[in-house]
């Protein structure tokens, strides 16, 4: 049986990461203002996949038949969740990205109802309401209004949703570790591809750019699932996920240090996402004797967990 103090500490290191997700949006966002965006993405997920192997290295013998297409599948929607979001960020500020990714939450329910006929509940509709308006009010929130950034920021959502809705269902089938490693590989050849094709950028020579690298390559994604796996063991996944939920909320602080201006439409914008964030993560969807309840991770791996299902309300 896990000890208070232990509890205690997992929930400390999972706020510590959420902190972490929060900060690359406005590390990143620096980075590629001085480095070319797929070459900072496959270098950064190179980078990933050496820190994970080396942290799971058993990951290898995990792979079963089936493992390669669906973590292909997954690290295809990754990427274009990675590309637009940080395409998005040189249009947007690091605060307004935070929070519109944030949306992922709750797009993945709705699109859940249309691709696996799962009809999400009254609360859980109630929260994407809430998380909609608020995205009107913070898209009020800056000078601009609504900027091309923020649109590539929502497509990121969408395409985040859509990786959610392949790990809640042909995910649940395969070995955790082998997948993320599959999808941590797929983004990293596919952007250094592009990034070799198109941009031929070299290494970089800036260190605050490495420094953005070593960190969302390896704290914000290997060390980060190496964290999530142990808080499994010790705390549930509802509330791992509802730790997990501060992060827009640090990437909106930080984004704020750096000098993102919000106005009371953007703090009440801001409010209203978290708050459908929270009813659409905890109160979770329809499913076949279980509901699948996802650790919110904007910046790192969203790693499907499963607990026994609740009593409909």
Do not use: N
Not at 55 to 79: C, I, N, Y
Not at 99 to 108: P, R
Not at 163 to 189: F, P
Not at 216 to 225: H, K
């Amino acid at each position: 049986m896990t000890s208070r103090a232990t509890r205690l500490w997992v929930t400390a290191a999972l706020i510590g990461i959420a902190a972490v997700w929060g900060g690359t949006f406005v590390l990143v966002k620096d980075a590629v203002e001085r480095y070319p965006l797929y070459g900072f993405l496959g270098l950064r997920f190179t980078i990933a996949v050496i820190a994970f192997m080396l942290l799971f290295p058993r990951s290898f013998a995990r792979f079963a038949s089936g493992t390669l297409q669906v973590g292909v599948l997954a690290g295809a929607l990754l990427t274009a969740g990675y590309v637009f979001q940080t395409w998005g960020l040189q249009g947007t500020t690091a605060s307004k990205a935070a929070f519109i990714t944030g949306m992922f939450v709750v797009i993945t329910p709705l699109m859940q109802a249309v691709v696996l006929r799962h009809p999400p509940r009254k609360l859980t509709l109630f929260g994407v309401v809430l998380a909609v308006a608020g995205l009107w009010l913070l898209s009020g929130a800056s000078a601009d209004g609504w900027t091309q950034g923020d649109t590539r920021v929502l497509l990121c959502a969408v395409a985040y949703a859509a990786h959610m809705i392949v790990l809640g269902s042909l995910g649940t089938r395969h070995d955790v570790g082998a997948l993320t490693l599959t999808q941590l590989a797929v983004v990293a050849v596919v952007c250094a591809a592009i990034s070799l094709m198109v941009e031929q950028p070299g290494l970089p020579k800036d260190g605050s750019v490495w420094f953005a690298l070593l960190l969302t390559g390896v704290l914000a994604s290997a060390v980060a699932f190496a964290v999530q796996t142990y808080a499994q063991r010790h705390i549930s996944p509802t509330k791992t996920a509802l730790v997990l939920v501060t992060e827009p909320a640090f990437g909106g602080f930080f984004g704020w240090l750096a000098g993102d201006y919000f106005g009371i439409g953007g703090l009440a914008g801001s409010a209203l996402i978290l708050g459908g964030m929270v009813l659409a993560e905890l109160v979770g969807v329809r499913e076949g004797g279980a509901r699948v309840v996802h650790e919110l991770s904007l910046e790192g791996m969203p790693v499907p967990l499963v607990e026994p299902e609740e009593t409909q309300p």
